[in-house]
């Protein structure tokens, strides 16, 4: 009986540590909504997307707005869709 109480223990802790899958940046991070796939997205309202140096937003309507939120020493850079349209290219 006690063993079993372990093995279910150990079960319960080994599957809360799962894996994000993508710890190389060029998958998703952990944190959700923020994308870091390669290639063209079309961006979702008030969805947040990490972009780095030579990433490209095309606005596709004249609506669009987009945040942008920088920290200081920092390479990469969050933008967020918050009006319109816009397409995101990944270098």
Same mark, same amino acid.
Do not use: W
């Given at each position: &009986?006690? +063993?079993?109480?372990?093995?279910? @223990?150990?079960?319960?802790?080994? %599957?809360?540590?799962?894996? %994000?899958?993508?710890? !190389?940046?060029? =998958? +998703? /991070?952990? /944190?959700?909504?923020? /994308?870091? !796939?390669?290639?063209?997205? %079309? &961006?979702? @309202?008030? *969805? *947040?997307?990490?972009?780095?140096? =030579?990433? *490209?937003?095309?606005?596709? %309507?004249?609506?669009?707005?987009?945040? @942008?939120?920088?920290?200081?020493?920092?390479?990469?850079?969050?933008?967020?869709?918050?009006?319109?349209?816009?397409?995101?290219?990944?270098?």
């Amino acid at each position: &009986m006690k +063993n079993i109480l372990i093995l279910t @223990i150990a079960t319960l802790l080994l %599957s809360g540590c799962g894996s %994000s899958g993508g710890g !190389d940046d060029g =998958g +998703n /991070t952990d /944190t959700p909504g923020i /994308t870091l !796939d390669k290639g063209d997205t %079309s &961006m979702v @309202i008030y *969805q *947040q997307y990490v972009v780095s140096k =030579g990433d *490209q937003i095309f606005k596709d %309507s004249d609506l669009t707005r987009v945040k @942008i939120t920088h920290t200081d020493g920092d390479t990469r850079s969050t933008v967020e869709l918050i009006e319109g349209s816009a397409t995101l290219r990944k270098k």
